[in-house]
């Protein structure tokens, strides 16, 4: 089954304790993409990556680091989490680029204290 | 970067009744995207229109894009209470990145 499969699906952790959210897809996609969605502020993007080795800052890439060492995988990583990195992240892939339709993670919800 | 606005917010309707929702952006565009979320689920995708065509159709769904008024609309027909579910436009401008709205809030009542 093709999909894109996020862990965990959720988390509850401390201010400055390093965290990884893991992102893999199996439909040998080249484009993948980090959100992060909060209410009222809808879908945004954290990060993107048009191949292996190529990742790229959105429109709210602060605190966050990725990369992208083979295709499937897109792991989004903060070093020092702080509380208002609380949020709902979705990790997405795509054939290639924004022309095509995204196919979404199921979601992590991220709690920082 | 805000591209696309959806409106209204929110829509509260019966079922057997269209939905229709609005989609505003500020650039040109090589596409647009439309996306469905169940409650804090993943994001679905539902249709895509590029900026050469005028309408599509999908099964109960049917998107329009006006390139000169710079808005979309989806509209679903004879709508089901499974249909409730926020939707999503997004905005491709050549940027290698999609600019997602805030989406549409959708209720469908039994």
């Known amino acids: 089954e093709a999909q894109v499969t996020q862990n965990p699906r959720y988390l509850i952790t401390v201010t400055g304790k390093k965290l990884t959210v893991t992102c893999s897809q199996n439909?040998?996609?080249?484009?993948m993409s980090w959100y992060r969605q909060d209410p009222g502020l809808g879908l945004r993007q954290i990060y993107y990556?048009?191949?292996?080795?190529?990742?790229d800052k959105g429109d709210v890439p602060e605190g966050y680091k990725v990369s992208r060492k083979e295709k499937r995988n897109f792991p989004l990583i903060l070093e020092s989490p702080s509380p208002n990195q609380t949020s709902l992240y979705f990790c997405?892939?795509?054939?290639?680029?924004?022309?095509?339709?995204?196919?979404f993670g199921p979601g992590t919800r991220l709690t920082v204290t | 970067s805000q591209q696309g606005e959806e409106d209204p917010q929110a829509l509260s309707i019966q079922e057997g009744e269209n939905a229709t929702m609005n989609c505003s952006y500020k650039?040109?565009?090589?596409?647009l995207q439309w996306y469905r979320q169940n409650s804090g689920r993943g994001l679905v995708h539902l249709i895509l229109?590029?900026?050469?065509?005028r309408e599509k159709h999908s099964g109960r769904l049917r998107v329009t894009l006006d390139t000169s008024k710079k808005s979309s609309s989806l509209l679903i027909t004879a709508s089901r209470a499974a249909d409730t579910a926020s939707y999503f436009c997004?905005?491709?401008?050549?940027?290698?990145?999609?600019?997602f709205g805030k989406g549409t809030k959708l209720t469908v009542n039994p």
């Open positions: 997405a892939s795509s054939l290639g680029r924004t022309s095509y339709e995204q196919y």
């Open positions: 439909m040998n996609h080249e484009y």
């Open positions: 990556s048009m191949n292996v080795e190529v990742t």
């Open positions: 650039t040109s565009i090589n596409n």
């Open positions: 229109i590029r900026s050469n065509e």
């Open positions: 997004a905005t491709d401008s050549g940027s290698e990145k999609l600019v």
